[in-house]
């Protein structure tokens, strides 16, 4: 009885999935009515298990002056973050699951280093130096083309957005928190196009260079804002700015917010365009007529910007190359075929409300108060 077999195949993966490292990709698979990551993960209680308005939950209206009070207009101020985040990751750290490597540090115009650390050595494997940290997203499955833009919404975006929208493709957008907040208007186009939304942070610093807490504001307000404006889709990726994370960064992406790490492996240099010795459009359409003519395997993950006009206007340049190509194009976050979201297979897909049982077991006695809500309006 095949069918038979393949349900204890999926609950014996199912399981697996809860009980060995969620690493790998081939376990990003979930059983109807549960989320991606397992009962006992911290975001089930820091972001609730609620189905949206069916639950009788409403969000603030995006864009409007309540929704806007919420977050943070800066850099998080680590002493107004919601307590419930802080436990999450004194937890992860008193569990032995955050690696004790240093800060990075930097000077202007170097890359960031360890004290006394190989940033190639395992304990470190720093993504600035193309360490690849198991588990985290390089390179695409064979033939795929994954479509993502970092850096909005910003005014450049739209031009994007009717472009993606008129070719019938989707794209995930890594977003940068206080870009929502500064252009609701541009992220609900980009939401009503059915585009996947991902994590690039708060303000958009160089990762390792920031303490644990400080990592919990700049993850935590890009969760809180994409979840409370897309009906409470919780988002399942996150790209870190400059390409910068290493074994601790990723590891509260991981252990806290339950996301993975997404880097790329081709880049077109396209935010620095109109730059002293930056790229030109010339040379991009030159990297991209090799990658995109060249082998398909690995698939592609071009880092490409939704920065400027010029960039969008690279990615256009270069469509249709790659469709004259046979590149099979799809958003990053369903490049795999799995879900973009934790509790979501897509932007217009219904949230999966979860086991909501399971919260009076499953949550802290310090997360109490169950709300992920800050209780006093943060400052930046
Ligand atoms: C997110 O939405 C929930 C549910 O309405 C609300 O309690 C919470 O305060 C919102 N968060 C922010 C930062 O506004
Ligand atoms: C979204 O997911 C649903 C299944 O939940 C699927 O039917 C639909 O085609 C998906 N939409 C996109 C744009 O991928």
């Known amino acids: 009885m095949p069918s038979r077999l393949a349900s204890i195949l999926l609950l014996a993966g199912a399981l697996a999935h809860t009980t060995t490292a969620h690493d790998s990709h081939v376990e990003q698979k979930r059983l109807p009515g549960t989320w991606y990551q397992p009962d006992d993960h911290p975001v089930h209680a820091l972001f609730k298990r609620d189905g949206g308005a069916s639950d009788g939950i409403t969000y603030a209206p995006v864009g409007s002056p309540e929704w806007t009070a919420g977050y943070p ?17 004194h937890a992860a750290e008193a569990a032995g699951k955050i690696p004790k490597i240093p800060v990075s540090t930097m000077v202007a115009g170097g890359e960031p280093t360890y004290d006394g650390f190989d940033p190639n050595k395992p304990e470190v494997c720093s993504a600035t130096y193309q360490c690849r940290i198991q588990g985290d997203l390089w390179d695409g499955p064979p033939g795929t083309l994954a479509l993502s833009f970092d850096d909005g919404p910003l005014p450049p975006s739209p031009a994007l957005y009717d472009f993606l929208q008129s070719n019938g493709l989707h794209a995930t957008h890594f977003f940068i928190g206080s870009n929502i907040l500064q252009y609701p208007a541009i992220f609900s186009q980009a939401l009503a196009n059915g585009d996947d939304m991902a994590v ?3 303000t958009h610093p160089y990762m390792t260079t920031k303490t644990n807490e400080e990592l919990v504001g700049e993850f935590g307000w890009t969760m809180e804002i994409i979840h409370n404006s897309t009906g409470g889709r919780l988002p399942k990726y996150w790209r870190p700015p400059y390409g910068d994370s290493d074994m601790r960064t990723r590891a509260i992406a991981k252990e806290v917010f339950g996301l993975t790490t997404v880097i790329w492996n081709q880049d077109t240099d396209d935010w620095s365009l109109h730059e002293a010795g930056g790229t030109t459009l010339d040379k991009i359409a030159t990297l991209m007529q090799t990658w995109l003519t060249g082998p398909k395997t690995p698939g592609l993950i071009i880092l490409e910007h939704e920065l400027m006009v010029d960039t969008v206007g690279a990615f256009i340049a270069a469509f249709p190359l790659m469709k004259s190509n046979g590149w099979n194009m799809v958003s990053l976050a369903q490049l795999d075929g799995g879900a973009a979201y934790q509790n979501a297979d897509n932007s217009t897909s ?31």
């Open 200 to 202: 690039h942070t708060w």
């Open 73 to 89: 207009p800066g850099a998080p101020d680590i002493t107004q973050l919601p307590p419930a985040w802080l436990n999450a990751l």
């Open 350 to 380: 219904p949230v999966n409300p979860g086991q909501v049982a399971d919260l009076s077991v499953q949550e802290p006695p310090s997360a109490s108060g169950s709300s992920s809500a800050p209780s006093s309006k943060p400052t930046g």
